[in-house]
Nanobody, 128 residues
Framework: QVQLAESGGGSVQAGGSLRLSCVAS?????MAWFRQAPQAPRREREG??????????TYAESVKGRFTVSKDNAKNTLYLQMNNLKPEDTAMYYC??????????????????????WGQGTLVTVSS
């Protein structure tokens, strides 16, 4: 099973930026970012963005225009550039590997729980 390790979380003020990274032990076909708000149960972990092996991306409506997902294939690393952060973006952010069939939208469904692997998470806190 792939090993995933996130980094880059921290505390910022509203309007600020952060870049998250996720190093994978090998290159999956599809990788994605999820987030789980403080005190929220795991089943409410929500999809944020994905990127497929061909570079195609999919975003949740709440982050479109503010977040950008990208990858560096040579480094097996996934990124999430987060700009214009809002207090409601405060959450633990997880990277995950998905089945290719889930990459273009299925992962955004409520209570989606079919990821092949999860990282340990990195905390993002946005203050107003």
């Amino acid at each position: 099973q792939v090993q995933l390790a996130e980094s880059g979380g921290g505390s910022v003020q509203a309007g600020g930026s952060l870049r998250l990274s996720c190093v994978a032990s090998y290159r999956p076909h599809c990788m994605a970012w999820f987030r789980q708000a403080p005190q929220a149960p795991r089943r409410e972990r929500e999809g944020v963005a994905s990127i497929n092996s061909d570079g195609s991306t999919t975003y949740a409506e709440s982050v479109k225009g503010r977040f950008t997902v990208s990858k560096d294939n040579a480094k097996n690393t996934l990124y999430l550039q987060m700009n214009n952060l809002k207090p409601e973006d405060t959450a633990m952010y997880y990277c995950a590997t998905l089945r290719s069939m889930d990459c273009s939208g299925t992962f955004l469904r409520p209570y989606y729980n079919a990821a092949d692997a999860w990282g340990q998470g990195t905390l993002v806190t946005v203050s107003s």
